[in-house]
T-cell receptor
Framework: EDKVVQSPLSLVVHEGDTVTLNCSYE??????LLWYKQEKKAPTFLFML??SGIEKKSGRLSSILDKKELFSILNITATQTGDSAIYLC?????????WGAGTKLIIKP | DGGITQSPKYLFRKEGQNVTLSCEQN?????MYWYRQDPGQGLRLIYY???????QKGDIAEGYSVSREKKESFPLTVTSAQKNPTAFYLC???????????????FGDGTRLSIL
C-alpha cells in the first residue's frame, strides 16, 4: 500500500530558528513529490520535485529529494511568525496524489 | 483574479439530510477534485473529474456523490449514507491530467461541515 509519512507531526521553534521538515514515502510508481503550505484554509503550492539531488529554492524555503532513500526535506531558514502553518507533503503515484498527515509548525516570537 | 471558490464556508447538517457543497473555478482547468481533511490526517480523495460529464471515485467515495455538468463547476453532495460527515472539505483543480497528476493542484478555501 502506498504511504507518505511526515515528521515531526508538530514542531515549536522561536523566530529566527532554522527548521527541517521530513517526508518519507513508499509508493509503487513515483512520479513527483509536492510540498504545500496550509494556513487554516486553502493549501498553497510550494514546490514540485521530480529529480534527486536538485534543490528547489524560494526565498527562505528550500527543498530537496532523495529518490534512492525515498525522502524529501523542506528547510526554512530565519523563520518568521508568518511561517506558522501546516506543511503538507504529497507524492504522485499511479496518477493519484498520496498525502502525508502534515507537520504543524508553530513559530514563537 | 482566477481562483477556486467554495461555498458555504461553514455548513451544519441534521442527521438524515443530504447537503451539497459548491465548488466553482475560473482557471479554465479540466481536472477537479474533492478531498476530505480530518484532524491529524492527510487529505483523502473522495472524487475527481478529468473532463465534463465524467468523474471517478477516489479512496473514500461511499456516501458521497458528484456531478460535472460544466467545466467550471464540480459540486459535492454529502448524502445521509455518509455516517461520519463532520470534516473539512477541500476542492482543487489542475490544468489537466496529461502525464498524470504531475501538475500542482490549486485549492479553494474549504467548507467545514458539522452535524447538529
Amino acid at each position: 500500500e502506498d504511504k507518505v509519512v511526515q515528521s515531526p507531526l508538530s514542531l515549536v521553534v522561536h523566530e529566527g530558528d532554522t527548521v527541517t521538515l521530513n517526508c518519507s514515502y513508499e509508493v509503487t510508481n513515483f512520479r513527483s513529490l509536492l510540498w504545500y503550505k496550509q494556513e487554516k484554509k486553502a493549501p498553497t503550492f510550494l514546490f514540485m520535485l521530480t529529480s534527486s539531488g536538485i534543490e528547489k529554492k524560494s526565498g527562505r524555503l528550500s527543498s530537496i529529494l532523495d529518490k534512492k532513500e525515498l525522502f524529501s526535506i523542506l528547510n526554512i531558514t530565519a523563520t518568521q511568525t508568518g511561517d506558522s502553518a501546516i506543511y503538507l507533503c504529497a507524492v504522485d503515484s499511479n496518477y493519484q496524489l498520496i498525502w502525508g498527515a502534515g507537520t504543524k509548525l508553530i513559530i514563537k516570537p | 483574479d482566477g481562483g477556486i471558490t467554495q461555498s458555504p464556508k461553514y455548513l451544519f447538517r441534521k442527521e438524515g439530510q443530504n447537503v451539497t457543497l459548491s465548488c466553482e473555478q475560473n482557471l479554465n482547468h479540466d481536472a477537479m477534485y474533492w478531498y476530505r481533511q480530518d484532524p491529524g490526517q492527510g487529505l483523502r480523495l473522495i472524487y475527481y473529474s478529468q473532463i465534463v460529464n465524467d468523474f471517478q471515485k477516489g479512496d473514500i467515495a461511499e456516501g458521497y456523490s458528484v456531478s460535472r455538468e460544466k467545466k467550471e463547476s464540480f459540486p459535492l453532495t454529502v448524502t445521509s449514507a455518509q455516517k461520519n460527515p463532520t470534516a473539512f472539505y477541500l476542492c482543487a483543480s489542475s490544468i489537466d491530467r496529461s502525464g498524470g497528476f504531475n501538475q500542482p493542484q490549486h485549492f479553494g478555501d474549504g467548507t467545514r461541515l458539522s452535524i447538529l
